[in-house]
């Protein structure tokens, strides 16, 4: 069992930057974490996800080159970096944890079993 615990999130204006931390509750060293969001009206999306171990990372193509991926081993924690910030941005944005099962970083919603409280990310125009 992870539990996860997010922080980070606030209202920003366009072109403005957020960091977003994730902090789990036990050594994550066999783990995945993924980050999701969820706009008003629209299904929660895959955003990018990091392989613990070896500190590889995904990120969904909108995203490429504004958000990044980091972790602190020590801290049990990781971070969402996101640079750039655009009004379609907007969502809350989600934590999730999966054991490392995958030969790939897992991008579907229902292969994480572990999940933050979620942050809301508000970027103004």
């Known amino acids: 069992q992870v539990m996860l615990v997010e922080s980070g999130g606030g209202l920003v204006q366009a072109g403005g930057s957020l960091r977003l931390a994730c902090a789990a509750s036990r050594t994550f060293t066999n783990y995945d974490m993924g980050w999701f969001r969820q706009a008003p009206g629209k299904e929660r999306e895959f955003v990018a996800g990091i392989r613990w171990s070896s500190g590889s990372t995904v990120t969904l193509d909108s995203v490429k080159g504004r958000f990044s991926l980091a972790r602190d081993s020590a801290k049990n924690t990781g971070y969402l970096q996101m640079n750039s910030l655009k009004p379609e941005d907007t969502a809350v944005y989600y934590c999730?944890?999966?054991?490392?099962?995958?030969?790939?970083?897992?991008?579907?919603?229902?292969?994480?079993?572990?999940w933050g409280q979620g942050t809301q990310v508000t970027v103004s125009s």
């Open positions: 999730a944890a999966a054991p490392q099962y995958h030969p790939v970083i897992p991008t579907a919603r229902n292969q994480y079993p572990f």
